[in-house]
Structure formats: structure tokens, C-alpha cells
């Protein structure tokens, strides 16, 4: 009855019939209740960001609770929305959802174009050459740099060309559609990067440049295949070439963009080592940019905690140890002590972790009027 006015709506009774519709129609936003008789909203959602990563979903439940909304936030739910729910509300959450939605789409469609540039019959720094000479594929990435995710930028243009923090961020979900397992990366990378410059006492600015890096440092990913982002065996020569070359192509696809070239240098010098043995430059020590450094570690931290198709996911604690063994050598290691500092005192504990990095602050409204409500 609210939606039907401006939207073509399709009801169904049950999960198992929402997923038929999904199957054979396209749909562009699902809003789904939690406690369903059958299948149940948390299912539900599992399956449709599993089949149908662009779709947008809203719950909106009378039996939330802290641990629910952080469960539909990990599945990448755009609202959470706890009834008796307001008319305005929905209808604001239902258009912000769209819009990023479409969004995305046109950041998907700059992707593929970029993917097939860097097609595996073409060469890539020969494309790279063409798309740096190209002045009118330059001004229509920075118009679409222009146009905030949801119309309301977080950070306006600086440093010499527009940019948002929304759109990086809807950039970096876009780059990880392509291997599912790799969603939410760059948004709790970003957190945790954001947190370690926080404890640095770095400037607004700065810290703004880390989380921009943090979101965009694997970009360079479009040009590497299918089959290493899924993990899949290669021949050694192939599957480092791939890999390695992703932070220079990162680098020379966002030069175009106008953004601050700290972002720029930091996305190119993410996997340098302390010990000088990274690539792409071989930098050493206090000459690898410092934003690049705290990215290195929440990196490597994150990809260790995480399960991949090829390998299970390590503990937190594993995880630091981990770090702890290669400070001096692969890491920084002041900025090792800060990070694990940061483990041990639970500021990246998993709520606090996916609350703060979405994009449009729709966890942090959940989960702030549960408490206000008194919820577990």
C-alpha cells in the first residue's frame, strides 16, 4: 500500500515463494521480516545476496535485537527498520536503497569497461597508456566521481577533484561482487585503517586520505582474472603477475580521477615491505608512505580472519601472532603494537567493526535505536 504509488511492487507469501519471483524476474530491492514461518529472513537473505548480489534489501521486523541487525548487516542489508515503523521512513529507505542501486549499476558499467580494456588480449600498460591519453573517458569518470551515491557526500571535492566517501565506498563493493567471499573487505579495512590514524592523532584530512586509500587500494584487481580472485590454482608465473602488477594498475587507473596523490602513492605502495623485499617498488622502512603501512597490516590482518574458497579463516588471536612475527620485516612494527593494541581492547570487535562501515550510517541508526529501546 505505501510502495504501490511509485513502484511496481510484487508481494509473496514465504521465502520459498520470494526466491521463485527472484528467479525469474529482475528485482531490484527486497524488504524482508525476520521471523517467517519456513524459511526464515536470515536464509532468505543468504540466498539472495548469493544469486543476486545487486539487490538491495531492507528488513523491517518487530523482533529485532543487536544480534540480528549485525547478522543482516553482515549479508550487506541496506536498513534495518524495527516496526511499528513510520510511513516517511520507509518510503526515505526505499529511495535511498535505489539510488544506490543505481549507483552501482553505473560504477559496474565504468568496471567492465575498465575489465575489458584490460582484457587478456590486449596489453595492459598499453591500455593503461590509451585510458591516461583519453581525455573524454577522464571527464566522465570525474562526473561520475561528482554525483554523490545518495545525494548526500560524505566528504565534498578537494584536493583538485570531486570525490565522496559514499561513492568509494559503493566502488569498492562493486570491485568485490566479483568474488563474493571478498564482500565487506574494503569497508572493515577502511574502519580499522581509520582507527589505527585515529590513534595516531592524524588531521582530519589525513585520516580521510587513509580511508579513501583503504577503500580503493584493490582497484588494480579489475585487470586480474577470474581464477586468482577465486583462489584457483595457476601456474606460478601467471598468478604473480596477475597479483603483483595490482597495485601500479591501481595507481594509473585513479590518477585520472583527481584525487589527492597521497591516495594515489598509497594505493601503488600497499604491498611494500618494512624489510624493502615488497612490491611494486622495493620501498623500505619510513620511505613506504605511512597510510600505506597501516594498510599493509589491516590487510593482511582482515584477508587472515576471513575464510576464502581455498583456506579457512584464522582467530583473531592467530591473526595477531601472525603480525607480531613479522613486524620489522613485513610490517612496521610501532604500527604492529598500535594495531594489536587496538585487537585486544575489542574497538574491532565485529559490531562496532560492521556498524561503522557502511555506507550510508544504516547500521549505526539500527543498532542505536535498539539501545535506546532496551534491546538485547
Known sequence: MILSGSHEVTTAEDAVEALDVLRTEEIDLVTVDLNMPGMKGDELMRTVRAESPQTEIIIITGCGSIETAVAGIRHGVFDYLIKPFDVVQVTASVERALARRASRGRTLAF??????????????HLSLDELEANTLAQERLRALLAEPVLQRGLAGPRDGGPSTLEFLEVLAETIETREL??????GRGAHA????AARLCLGRE?????????FLHDIGKVGATSDVLAGRVLPEAERLESIQTHPAMGERLLRPLGLSPTVTATVR????????RGYPDGLAGEDIPLAARIIAIVDAFDAMTCERPYRAARTPQAAVEELRANARTQFDPNLVDIFCDLVATGALDTL?????????????RALEGMRR???A
Open 352 to 364: 562496532e567493526e560492521t556498524s561503522a562501515s557502511t555506507a550510508d550510517g544504516r547500521s549505526e
Open 181 to 186: 567471499s571478498m564482500r565487506g573487505h574494503a
Open 269 to 276: 605502495h600497499h604491498h611494500e615491505r618494512f624489510d624493502g
Open 206 to 214: 589525513e585520516r580521510d586520505h587513509v580511508r579513501m586509500a583503504a
Open 373 to 375: 529501546r532496551g534491546a
Open 193 to 196: 585503517a581509520d582507527l589505527v
Open 111 to 124: 568496471l567492465e569497461e575498465v575489465s575489458r580494456i584490460l582484457g587478456p588480449d590486449r596489453d595492459t
